[in-house]
């Protein structure tokens, strides 16, 4: 087996140089997201289903409660956490779990690496706790995979346009057409917000359970703190969903031998290089927020 290639089951308490996240994150020890942080968050102009969907608020329920985003999940085991959501997604509130199908559960990244980050958490056993290189060979999974994949991009981009749209100039049409009374029947197509989405896996899981990141171009967080964590989603680490099962002789088969953790940060937007100034890199991530929103 090639030792960029894991394929089984990684002990708790086991390290390795190509997970993309730390330890404590792991084990649910780091700091968790806090919405106050959060850059570039603005007040929705009213609530609706989408805006409760996505909202951090946990809903009051008479269901005994579910944990408060940032409490560690019940029965969360370090790098076997992501299986508390597959196993009981109902006793989560939507601000930690967005959907759930009997196929698939759609979660918000407790440790997002961005301003909207959800995670895909596949529900079928034979799959959930594969390495992405074996489960894609399925071309019947592969291909419901992808149809999950392209409707968690339409709602990420959903929420992106409730956020930002007011600030977009692309979208200055669609939102002056909103204000109008009556609307018209047909709003202005506006921004094309699917085009900021990303997704995929990646090459080295540091968690046991099969999982898709579906996630703002932004890399705006305040969980955002070394270089492997960008990294991890700026370089061929991310694996496409579409790009699944990699040929023979694909780099990507070792993300290891290719240094992708380690390589210079690279701003997304501009193409700056940032050496290995993660907090450099983060100062200017913040100035091209502000003109990536205003396009």
Known sequence: MDADMHHGRLPADAENPLDAISKDEIDGTAAPFSPGAKAGALPPKKRNAFTALMSRKPAKSSTPKAPALGATPRFF????????????????????????????????????????????????????????????????????????????????????????????????????????????????????????????????PSMNHLHIHVLSVDRISNCLKHRKHYNSFATPFLLPVEDLPLEEGDPRLHPGREGYLGRDLVCWRCGRDFGNKIEKLKEHLLEEFEGWKRE
Not at 99 to 114: I, L
């Open 77 to 204: 085991d370090s790098r076997d956490g992501l299986g508390v959501y597959i196993t009981d997604p109902a006793s989560f509130p939507p601000s930690i779990v967005i959907y759930h199908t009997p196929k698939f559960v759609v979660v918000n990244d407790r440790y997002p690496k961005a301003s909207v980050h959800l995670l895909i958490l596949p529900r079928d056993p034979s799959k959930s706790s594969l390495h992405p290189y074996e489960a894609f060979d399925d071309p019947v999974f592969r291909a419901e995979a992808l149809a999950e994949v392209g409707k968690v991009k339409t709602l990420v981009a959903k929420e992106l346009r409730r956020r930002y749209g007011r600030l977009s100039t692309l979208d200055k049409a669609r939102e002056e057409a909103m204000e109008t009374d009556p609307p018209p029947d047909e709003l202005p197509s506006g921004r094309d917000w699917e085009r900021e989405v990303i997704s995929g896996l990646h090459a080295h």
